[in-house]
């Protein structure tokens, strides 16, 4: 029983002597490490500087916390700003591209919609304000499609006193040559147009383009104008005196109202009246009527024979040979038909020319003596 309580005490000493060698292992390891990070916070061996206590290490860490601190908030600081900068670029694009799809629809919208009706006084206004601008860019720069375009804008102006002067004129003259003379008088005047005059082109385009179509029909007319003037002269007096009167005039009234004698009369109706000329390919009637009758076709030609003639001369001729021998008829068709004379018969039928005569002679007395038995 004593050494059982022997060995307990025994192993209660060893207990309690390794728990103090614990504790005090433990003292010695924390000694160690705060004379370790002593060693770190002092200056490097060989300095001169005294060793700093634990006052000196709490403020070089609390000094190094505070720079960490500062950074950290540096660091927060700039990715902030980062980030707004970018939301803010990311809003301006957006925007940006919303104001441009919003023009887009509204100049898209504005193409497919319809065009504000204009009256017709806006629309000629428009127009004119256009074809001002046309001509002082024109007269400016002297461009030849500019000129192509006044030309168009004019034509149907050319067109207009081509077909009034054509309701004059006869009706083998086409309105298209009265267009092409005309044409050239425009382009004229478009030339010739002076802008600080402060007139209106159509007023002196008129007159240029009516003497341009004259000039030509006068260049195609073998008449002289002096003769074409004395005659209007004369038809215009009588038909006034006619208007006034109601009948037909005569020399004497006529000479009166020219204030000439009668031999002047007379010399003026010779000079006004020359031969005139007229188209074959003039129509009858009046119609545009292709199946009217050109004069052409109703001419007589003084050199083809009558076809009502020629039937007559045939059954005439059928009648007086129809007696006669094959050889008499040959001598009679040779000699009144062809014209031969009675040799040139003789040598196609191998006769002599008295021969020839003497059958002539035979035959003329036969037929002679037949037409007068049909006579009586």
């Given at each position: 029983m004593t050494t059982t309580a022997t060995r307990k005490q025994k192993k209660t000493k060893s207990t309690s002597t390794g728990t103090k060698s614990k504790a005090a292992s433990s003292k010695k390891a924390t000694r160690t490490t705060k004379q370790s990070a002593t060693t770190k916070s002092a200056p490097k061996s060989g300095s001169k500087s005294k060793p700093a206590g634990k006052s000196t290490t709490k403020t070089t860490a609390s000094k190094t916390t505070a720079k960490a601190t500062k950074a950290a908030k540096g660091t927060t600081t700039a990715r902030t700003e980062a980030a707004t900068k970018t939301t803010r670029a990311k809003k301006t694009a957006a925007a940006t591209s919303a104001a441009a799809s919003k023009s887009a629809e509204a100049s898209q919208a504005k193409a497919t919609a319809k065009p504000e009706k204009l009256t017709p006084a806006e629309r000629k206004r428009q127009e004119q304000e256009r074809i001002d601008?046309?001509?002082?860019?024109?007269?400016?720069?002297?461009?030849?499609?500019?000129?192509?375009?006044?030309?168009?804008?004019?034509?149907?102006?050319?067109?207009?006193?081509?077909?009034?002067?054509?309701?004059?004129?006869?009706?083998?003259?086409?309105?298209?040559?009265?267009?092409?003379?005309?044409?050239?008088?425009?382009?004229?005047?478009?030339?010739?147009?002076?802008?600080?005059?402060?007139?209106?082109?159509?007023?002196?385009?008129?007159?240029?383009?009516?003497?341009?179509?004259?000039?030509?029909?006068?260049?195609?007319?073998?008449?002289?104008?002096?003769?074409?003037?004395?005659?209007?002269?004369?038809?215009?007096?009588v038909s006034r005196l006619e208007a006034l009167h109601g009948r037909e005039v005569n020399d004497y009234e006529l000479a009166k109202d020219l204030e000439i004698t009668m031999d002047e009369l007379a010399n003026l109706k010779v000079e006004a009246s020359p031969k005139t000329m007229f188209s074959l390919s003039e129509k009858l009637d009046e119609s545009d009527d292709d199946r009217d009758m050109e004069k052409v076709e109703i001419i007589e030609d003084k050199k083809g024979c009558d076809p009502l003639q020629s039937l007559h001369q045939q059954d005439v001729l059928d009648l007086i040979t129809s007696n006669l021998t094959k050889k008499e008829r040959l001598i009679v068709i040779m000699y009144y038909y062809e014209g031969l004379t009675m040799r040139e018969i003789g040598d196609i039928m191998s006769l002599t020319e008295s021969r020839v005569c003497q059958i002539h002679s035979n035959v003329m007395g036969r037929l002679k003596t037949q037409l007068d038995a049909i006579a009586q």
């Open positions: 601008q046309i001509w002082k860019t024109f007269k400016r720069t002297g461009d030849e499609n500019l000129r192509n375009i006044l030309v168009e804008y004019h034509y149907p102006l050319v067109r207009y006193i081509a077909e009034r002067l054509l309701q004059t004129l006869p009706k083998s003259i086409d309105v298209d040559d009265l267009i092409s003379a005309g044409t050239f008088g425009l382009l004229d005047a478009i030339r010739g147009f002076d802008l600080k005059r402060g007139i209106k082109f159509k007023t002196y385009c008129s007159t240029r383009i009516r003497g341009s179509i004259l000039d030509e029909l006068r260049s195609q007319d073998w008449v002289p104008r002096l003769v074409r003037l004395k005659a209007h002269k004369l038809d215009k007096a």
